[in-house]
């Protein structure tokens, strides 16, 4: 989905503006005791796919769904028709075709989609003749990446889209490998030609380093279809079974984080509508790949009758990927306690020790993904490349005013675009994607999930930091208001966010931005505010007594802490003014207090120290659960005198795998059942012992 980045580059433009006024410038490796490795097993991927049985109640679930979406007449949902050798609704292509043919943002979903519709249809023959000659037509005339000719509105280079581009173009050509593709002049041999090590150059680096677009509520439904489509239909064996290794990572995710039939985790990508909820029959929508997940894995709730999602629908009409049973094992011993960590992501200042500059266009295709192209060691390459390819800026910078302006100014001072944009650091490095350490602390009543000290102080666009949550709408989270985005709830400015187990201390300082951004900030009518997601709608009790605010859900219960002042808006908002703030949330549960007088009696009775510094805080709490919890603006976070691990973590590191990071071997075990993915190999291995 394109990135609306306007805010941001007004803001830019605003910068640079004022940059030429002077008077504004002053100038370990571990090992997991559960890992055991299983030796001499097969290693043909075609042996596994009939080697061992998915569940039965994952093929109970798919054929639900692939009954209920039969009745959708969404475009995605054509596909199950087809599938289940029924005539389609060809008024449902029309849209889409309109989309591809006139080359529109988020073309490329409905492409992925048109494309699976062929190859099924290549099974059942349903589709009418003339209608799939129109498909066809829309295929060979589609722009595959940049480097072809002609002009588009295509956003190429996300994450997401990076995929869905790579796969469309290996697909199609794979389709009509002697046709002539009539906008790039090539034939369908020479897409796969080009596609194929696109397509694998993807699959390594989500192997490697995660993904970019971690833990995102939306976007990881744009990454699955795509992975789905290369399991069923790429001729390239390892390339699909890559594919179908990506596939279980996304679902072991999953299963570690999500709770009570929510993706309950932090996100480096999300929008507000997903997040903040007015009331029972106004909630927060769910992840965009719900259905997904709870097919392959039976969390959450099926509760779409007729729905259209483009992961679900490829899952469901899916004959090749068979998901491990390990997998949804996983999700069901989670269900009463787990603590995860992974790590997805490298930081900019860190390309040249994992073999990546700034220069080359194969660099860049590493960088643009994490939304680091006005970042200052990226900004003069990616503006050489864009000159290569002839590339719109209004495009890539949604106006071409702000590399002008840029250039005066740094011309004004002498120094080189890079030089300026590090400068500017605030901005144009905030809205990167970069490393990301990710904590997640469940028990059957709650769960505290978060990004620990990730890019504190910097400018986000759509990163939801932290959440904790009782159940599927007992949700709460804060934020500082602002980011390039334009949602008022996610994105803003970056906190300095420390968990350790159900305790978190988030800090928040506005303060530490430079000048002049704070100056832009204002003009852009960012509001001096953090605000904390507490909505009273979906809890039982609310109770609020000095600076902290309690709410039970059930048997669940949790406690805010702002030291700012607050006051609520719609009941849903807690606003405190100030650019700076201190929060401390910590979870409980009847189990550990009983009663919730007692819990709210127990934290109020706890001391609590907290000292402004000159940036950030300084916090010593002692909580009820865990002890004396000390934590500053910088520096380490301790709980009874020890360190709490912030990272940089592993790759993976729970009770059921370990996997050192930029890696790419993944081990999951649980009980006698061990899945081992071997994305170096290109092998997919499940045994039970």
Known sequence: MKIELKKHFKALIIVAILLIIPSFISAPSKINPRRRWVNDLPENYDFLRNSYNATMGYEARKNIYLTDSNTSDGIYAQSSRVYLNESVNEASFQSSLDKINNREDTADFRMGSILRTMY?????????????????????????????????????????????????????????????????????????????????????????????????????????????????????????????????????????????????????????????????????????????????????????????????????????????????????????????????????????????????????????????????????????????????????????????????????????????????????????????????????????????????????????????????????????????????????????????????VIQYDRLSQSLILELVYAILEFKDITQAYFPRWAFNEVVQQDKWTFGRRLDSYVALYSNEPQEWEDGIFLTSQGKKNVYIVELGSVEDYGTFANFTSSILATKLDVIHLSVGYGVRYVSPTQGTVKVNWDGPMTVNGAQVDLGSYARFDNDFCFQDFNTQKTTIQYGTMTLELDFENATRTYTEL
């Open 120 to 504: 099924l249809d290549n099974k059942t023959n349903v589709l009418e003749p003339s209608f799939k000659l129109q498909l066809k037509n829309a295929i060979l005339g589609f722009k595959y990446w940049f480097t072809e000719p002609n002009d588009d509105a295509m956003i190429m280079w996300t994450e997401n889209h990076m995929i869905l581009f790579h796969s469309c173009e290996l697909l199609a050509g794979q389709l009509y490998p002697n046709e002539t593709f009539t906008n790039s002049g090539m034939n369908g041999t020479q897409h796969v030609k080009h596609a194929l090590p696109l397509v694998n150059r993807w699959l390594n680096w989500r192997a490697r380093f995660g993904f970019s677009e971690w833990h995102s509520d939306i976007y990881y439904e744009e990454d699955l279809m795509p992975l789905l489509n290369l399991v069923e239909f790429a001729q390239d064996n390892d390339t699909a079974t890559k594919a179908a290794m990506l596939v279980d990572i996304l679902a072991f995710d999953f299963a570690n984080n999500y709770f009570k039939g929510i993706y309950a985790t932090t996100n480096g990508r999300t929008d507000d509508h997903k997040k903040v909820g007015t009331s029972l029959t106004d909630p927060p929508s769910r992840a965009s790949f719900a259905e997904f997940a709870w097919i392959l894995l039976g969390v959450g709730h099926h509760e779409e009758s007729g729905s259209s999602s483009m992961s679900a629908v490829a899952l469901s009409t899916s004959d090749k990927y068979k998901p491990p049973p390990i997998l949804e094992a996983i999700a069901n011993a989670t269900l009463d306690y787990n603590e995860h960590r992974d790590r997805n992501g490298i930081n900019i200042a860190d390309g040249p020790s994992y073999g990546f500059g700034y220069e080359s266009e194969d660099d860049l295709m590493f960088w643009w993904p994490m939304s680091t192209l006005v970042a200052g060691p990226v900004i003069e390459p990616t503006l050489d490349l864009m000159n290569t390819y002839d590339l719109d800026p209004n495009l890539i910078f949604e106006d071409e005013l702000l590399i002008d302006l840029l250039k005066i100014a740094a011309d004004f001072y002498g120094s080189t675009l890079s030089e300026l944009c590090t400068f500017l650091k605030e901005a144009t490095q905030g809205v990167a994607l970069e490393e990301a350490n990710t904590y997640t602390y469940r028990t059957p009543y709650y769960q505290l999930s978060g990004a620990q000290d990730h890019q504190k102080g910097l400018m986000g666009m759509q990163e939801h930091i932290w959440q904790a949550s009782l159940d599927e709408y007992a949700t709460v989270f804060t934020n500082s208001h602002g980011g390039f985005r334009g949602e008022d709830h996610v994105g803003g400015f970056k906190p300095r966010a420390t968990l350790y187990k159900n305790v978190g």
